[in-house]
T-cell receptor
Framework: EVQLVESGGGLIQPGGSLRLSCAAS????????MTWVRQAPGKGLEWVSV???????YYADSVKGRFTISRDISKNTLFLQMNSLRVEDTAVYYC??????????????WGQGTLATVSS | QTVVTQETSFSVSPGGKVTLTCGLN?????????PSWYQQTPGQSPRTLIYSTSIRSSGVPDRFSGSILGNKAALTITGAQADDESDYHC??????????FGGGTKLTVL
């Protein structure tokens, strides 16, 4: 059974850093593309970043230069390092798995999300 | 800047039919955007309904269908049920490793 479990959220001051984790089970994180999606309170979903199985990475303009996506295959875990955090980064962060084949460009499994709150 | 447009809200009667749409502020939505649709109830994670325009995800009832209508992607619910009351999000692939979500549509069944 495919499962994604996020952790690492919390309350952080503007300018601070957080590292989110997404522990995967039931598949290998390097076999599918993996994404981070966020949802600000009361708002819609926003795509944040993708790590393709071959290692290529892309970011939304809103986080480029501040966030870094990575994976640890030995731990079967996806990460999102968030630096220079802003109040507007406050959101529930979901990791989601890319569906197969990757060329269908959709998300098939989602984690339960972890809340990151940026506030002074 | 690419903006994906969705109706803010919609209502449908139980047993009725409703079509939600997903457009682009600049241009038309086509199958090459690989439109996908996600259902989300308050406090829950999104659930995948439709991908690649019209393919239903595993376990999704056939009352949900996807298509391209004119210059937009569309999600149609035929025979709406009370538990279809949710937020519906569309997602478009813009190419070059970039995706954009629409703002989401809040569907009320009453």
């Amino acid at each position: 059974e495919v499962q994604l479990v996020e952790s690492g959220g919390g309350l952080i001051q503007p300018g601070g850093s957080l590292r989110l984790s997404c522990a995967a089970s039931g598949f290998t994180v390097s076999s599918n593309f993996m994404t981070w999606v966020r949802q600000a309170p009361g708002k819609g979903l926003e795509w944040v970043s993708v790590l393709f199985s071959g290692g290529t990475i892309y970011y939304a303009d809103s986080v480029k230069g501040r966030f870094t996506i990575s994976r640890d295959i030995s731990k079967n875990t996806l990460f999102l390092q968030m630096n220079s955090l802003r109040v507007e980064d406050t959101a529930v962060y979901y990791c989601a798995r890319g569906g197969a084949p990757a060329t269908q460009y959709y998300l098939d499994y989602w984690g339960q999300g972890t809340l990151a709150t940026v506030s002074s | 800047q690419t903006v994906v447009t969705q109706e803010t809200s919609f209502s449908v009667s139980p047993g009725g039919k409703v079509t939600l749409t997903c457009g682009l502020n600049s241009g038309s939505v086509s199958p090459s955007h690989y439109p996908s649709w996600y259902q989300q109830t308050p406090g829950q994670s999104p659930r995948t309904l439709i991908y690649s325009t019209s393919i239903r995800s595993s376990g999704v009832p056939d009352r949900f269908s996807g298509s391209i209508l004119g210059n937009k992607a569309a999600l149609t619910i035929t025979g709406a049920q009370a538990d279809d009351e949710s937020d519906y999000h569309c997602l478009l692939y813009m190419g070059s490793g970039i995706w954009v979500f629409g703002g989401g549509t809040k569907l009320t069944v009453l």
